[in-house]
Nanobody
Framework: EVQLVESGGRSVQPGGSLRLSCTAS????????MGWYRQAPGSHCELVST???????HYAESLEGRFFISRDNGKNTVYLQMNNLNPGDSAVYYC????????????????????????WGKGTLVTISA
């Protein structure tokens, strides 16, 4: 059984930092692209960042320079370091395997099966507030 389990989400003050983790099991982690998505309350699913097995990365343009993705293939884990957080970063953050890059107006739970993705986590909540 494939499982992706996110952790690290919590409430922090504006300007703070967080590191999210996603640990995978049941997949050939070292052979697959991984990605982070997020969905803010009342908003659509948004691609945050992706990383391939060779550590080539992609970021949403608006987040580049503040968010950093990395992976440890030995631990089957992908990370998302988020710096200088602001209230607009408040969202549920999802980890997913074999990410897609399409824009989508719906929720992440709709996005993933719509674009034929097979594996994603349940999400971890990040709240930025004073």
């Amino acid at each position: 059984e494939v499982q992706l389990v996110e952790s690290g989400g919590r409430s922090v003050q504006p300007g703070g930092s967080l590191r999210l983790s996603c640990t995978a099991s049941g997949i050939r982690f070292d052979e697959i692209d991984m990605g982070w998505y997020r969905q803010a309350p009342g908003s659509h699913c948004e691609l945050v960042s992706t990383i391939n097995p060779d550590n080539s990365t992609h970021y949403a343009e608006s987040l580049e320079g503040r968010f950093f993705i990395s992976r440890d293939n030995g631990k089957n884990t992908v990370y998302l370091q988020m710096n200088n957080l602001n209230p607009g970063d408040s969202a549920v953050y999802y980890c997913a395997a074999d990410p897609r890059y399409a824009d989508f107006a719906g929720t992440c739970d709709e996005y993933f099966p719509y674009y034929g993705m097979h594996y994603w986590g349940k999400g971890t909540l990040v709240t930025i507030s004073a």
